[in-house]
């Protein structure tokens, strides 16, 4: 099956367990609001393009692990837009959750969501419970305290902030999670994955920084300009856009080069290059080197 | 060792993997704030009951099952103390955790006590891998979508409420999960078990409306009246403080008759029926029949 449509699947079947009969109407179209229609699915694509390489037969476990990672992602989006954080209007060309669905069923889509990525999880673990806990783990660990999104998030609140912790909690933890998840969900070793989920996690953020100062916001799906307006850090803002440009290529060869020895490296090699032209305004992307 | 200790220090452990060294402090604190000190802990203390009165010898996956459900009690408190809920100034005493540490802090403390919750059920399950599953989905019923407290709050958004549905998942679902949870952890079948923690459940909050008609606001750590307030349904606002008691000693003796055979089922019983007389004011406790 086409990688994108089996982790359209792995979702849409994840939400559809959280609507079964008797749900309460409002929290649970608040939940399909918040998961479709997607955005790129960076890391649940990663997350499975891992477990290809690493030689996965079955992905089913694969597929759930993706699966939690993108609904832990599109939770984290639904809390961040609240209005005691970024106060966010739009988000992927629609109305914020909290816009279109008040507060109250924001918050608690948020909450539903996490809980949802966790059940997901043991739903398909039926396949391989052996690496029920260490995909869990994985998991976990990549959206809790102390290093995970929330932590992330939470250095927001705190009155001194070390850069690369923040941005290596809030964006890198769970690109981590998709390497790291992919190769345990294959069953191979998989801390040694660790490295390029956090690379790829860096120039995703390098990407993003620049995308808000360059991008065109019809694309984006939301409004360009917010790390300006909310004074937020940014490589785009500190090095220019051509410094970014360069950072982002270094980051994205780091990436490549520390791919771990396994069946399908040069493919996943090529594969993260292409990607991540993707990241980019197209009037930006340069010819990879 | 003692069952409220061994509670104690099970919630300790898995707050202390949270504050690891590099944690942002000040969503550390409010994480901390959120549990300690604890209320009544009631739920937890059903769960490992539960798991005795069913023979259990090996308690570590009985408590971090306990542990886990106290977590998301615990969690789904600060949310729903946010001023965009309850806008609650106190609980347990204390200023809520909103008050205390600002709503950010707030949101980003509910959601890191849910993910901690599924964590300290995988990093216990080294010593029952094949239960994990069982486990996780249990508790993560109770919490999410469709039946569980989310789903519970979610009523409070939508124009037709069936009440018996809201108490059902607002309250009663996490008592069933220390029930259903404390079997299962003890390794016996444990669907059997749900009927008991709903019944408690309906009990406990039967008693939860009278003690918010004619409770001691020092006792209790938060204010009284609330229901009336807030314009919610109450049992003891329907009935009466008197139909409401009796009402709860109904409740209190079809859990008892509930208990499944089991080892333990005589002391269980004993305790179910002591521990009710815990959830009202003294002055109206009766003498048990």
Same mark, same amino acid.
């Given at each position: 099956m086409d990688v994108v449509m089996r982790i359209e699947q792995t979702l849409d079947g994840a939400l559809s367990e959280a609507e079964g009969a008797g749900a309460p109407p409002g929290l649970a179209a608040a939940m399909r609001h918040a998961v479709f229609p997607g955005g790129a699915r960076i890391r649940p694509r990663l997350c499975l393009a891992v477990a290809r390489a690493c030689?996965?037969?079955?992905f089913s476990a694969a597929a759930a692990t993706a699966a939690s990672i993108e609904l832990l992602h599109c939770a984290s989006l639904v809390h961040d837009d609240l209005p005691c954080f970024d106060d966010a209007p739009v988000r992927r060309g629609k109305p914020s959750v909290h816009r279109a669905f008040g507060e109250p069923l924001a918050v608690l889509a948020g909450d539903a969501l996490i809980v949802l990525a966790f059940e997901t999880l043991a739903r398909h673990?039926?396949? !391989? $419970?052996?690496?029920l806990a260490t995909l869990l783990l994985c998991v976990g660990r990549s959206v809790g305290?102390?290093?995970?999104i929330v932590a992330g998030q939470a250095w927001e609140s705190e009155p001194r902030v070390d850069l690369a912790r923040y941005h290596r909690a809030k964006t890198g933890a769970l690109f981590a999670a998709a390497t790291v998840g992919g190769a345990a969900a294959a069953g191979v070793?998989?801390?040694?994955?660790r490295c390029l989920g956090e690379k790829i996690g860096e120039a995703f953020q390098v990407a993003d920084d620049i995308r808000d100062v360059a991008g065109d916001p019809d694309e984006l799906g939301k409004p360009v300009g917010r790390d300006a307006a909310l004074g937020r850090m940014s490589a785009a803002r500190e090095l220019g856009i051509d410094g970014a440009l360069d950072r982002l290529d270094l980051l994205i060869g780091e990436a490549a080069e520390s791919i771990?020895? !396994? $069946?399908g490296a040069a493919e996943l090699r090529a594969l993260i290059r292409l990607e991540a032209q993707r990241f980019l305004p197209k009037e930006l992307v340069r010819v990879a080197a």
């Open positions: 030689g996965a037969e079955d673990a039926a396949a !391989c $419970p052996e690496r305290m102390p290093f995970g070793e998989s801390a040694p994955w771990p020895r !396994c $069946p």
